[in-house]
């Protein structure tokens, strides 16, 4: 009896333990998620005030996402706002925004952004070497701007992106199978062009 006792409860740490494991490596936080100050409290309150939505993005921990949804108008002048709390904006969600090349200059210091979101934006190939500046990126959406093949071919992609959704962009099929060829790793969501 005693055995099948200790069995079961060895099974049931095991689980626990690869839970907890589980539950301390989110896939998109570093694991040092709790080392970041707290974000300037004047900046958040500056873009909060112009609809951004600023969420943390665990509990008990200073880094953000930054969603643009309700601010369709941000554009070049908003991306200052950024600046201060550049550290700490892991997730940056400008899709269907007016940024352009010139803002997007202004936001080349989040560099602890793990998730990019351009989608519907009038970005262009001039912003590919700032995208490449993004030393933690993850996941890459250039879905409908003016990226094309010889941009995406420029990008020299973070050591840990692993996905770029691009359809309906200047990118073309042969420009997907060449960047494969060049980072076989990273995986390109090209979508059905229509």
Known sequence: VSTSQSVKAVSANDTIRKFLSDAGKPSSAPAALDTIAPADATSIAALKKINVAVVPLATGTHFLELNMVNV??????????????????????????????????????????????????????????????FKKLEYLN?????????????????????????????????????????????????????
């Open 72 to 133: 369709p108008s941000f554009g070049d002048k908003d991306a200052p706002l950024l600046q201060k709390i550049s550290p700490q904006v892991m997730w940056l969600i400008l899709a269907d925004t007016k940024i352009t090349d010139a803002g997007f200059e202004a936001l080349k210091s989040c560099t602890n952004t793990t998730r990019l979101n351009l989608k519907n934006t009038g970005i262009t190939n001039a912003s590919i070497s700032s995208i490449g500046q």
């Open 142 to 194: 250039i879905v409908g701007t003016k990226i094309d093949d010889a941009g995406l071919l420029a990008l020299t992609p973070s050591t840990t992106l692993k996905k770029i959704f691009c359809w309906q962009s200047g990118i073309t099929t042969n420009g997907v199978m060449a960047f494969q060829k060049k980072y076989p790793n990273i995986d390109i969501d090209f979508g059905e062009k229509k």
